[in-house]
């Protein structure tokens, strides 16, 4: 069964530095997401991707994040200068027809950011 | 902002009983509901959804029911089993500016007790 793939799985950085997170997204997929989970809180919406360009991002998805699909499988999230509070579970999402509004979002399993 | 609330952070129900998990929207742009099943150090599986067209989806010992005058919906798990001990959430999507975008519960933990 396809799934989505996501790497590392766990990524410890320093303060400052500049972190890229990277996700598989389900081959016949057409939009992709990023997700973060800050420990003990909900799962929020950071950033939602389609033909090549952001369709919408949060309030958390400030200058110091970009997205990019630098081939036609991978998808990443890159974190230009680290901070402690962007320690969390990032998960990657696809799906097929966002269009619709109904079409199911799949998840990778996630990738554990540490900043120390 | 709390969009989507699941009220019971913990759940604890006997193997074979039925669990019912809950969930309540405030935005009613949403038009689509789904629960998704989180074990520790994984993403979120999916496990069911509903359209706003309806009010009720069953898939196996799962079903789910939507309310939408109450905005309310649950989950519904019958017979329950020991491998259903996860922690739960409820998500709502809606098209913001052509993308779906999906806002979540904080999650209900389930525990099933052989």
């Known amino acids: 069964e396809p799934e989505v793939t996501q790497t590392p799985s766990h990524q410890v950085t320093q303060m400052g530095q500049e972190v890229i997170l990277r996700c598989v997204p389900i081959?016949?997929?057409?939009?992709f997401y990023w997700y973060r989970q800050i420990l003990g809180q909900k799962v929020e919406f950071l950033v939602s991707f389609y033909n090549n360009e952001i369709s919408e991002k949060s309030e958390i998805f400030d200058d110091q994040f970009s997205v990019e699909r630098p081939d036609g499988s991978n998808f990443t999230l890159k974190i230009r200068s680290t901070k402690l509070e962007d320690s969390a579970m990032y998960f990657c999402a696809s799906n097929q027809v966002a269009g619709l509004g109904t079409d199911t979002q799949y998840f990778g399993p996630g990738t554990r950011l540490t900043v120390l | 902002d709390q969009q989507v609330k699941q009220n019971s952070p913990s759940l604890s129900v006997q193997e074979g009983r039925i669990s019912i998990l809950n969930c309540d929207y405030t935005?009613?742009?949403?038009?689509?509901f789904l629960w998704y099943k989180k074990y520790p150090a994984e993403g979120p599986t999916f496990l069911i959804s509903?359209?706003?067209?309806?009010d009720k989806n069953e898939d196996g010992r799962f079903t789910v029911f939507l309310n939408k005058s109450a905005k309310h919906l649950s989950l519904h798990i019958v017979p329950s089993q020991p491998g259903d001990s996860a922690v739960y959430f409820c998500a709502a999507s809606a098209i913001f500016q052509g993308a779906q975008k999906l806002v979540f519960g904080q999650g209900t933990r389930l525990t099933i007790n052989p």
């Open positions: 081959s016949n997929h057409l939009y």
């Open positions: 509903i359209s706003s067209i309806k």
């Open positions: 935005n009613s742009m949403f038009d689509y």
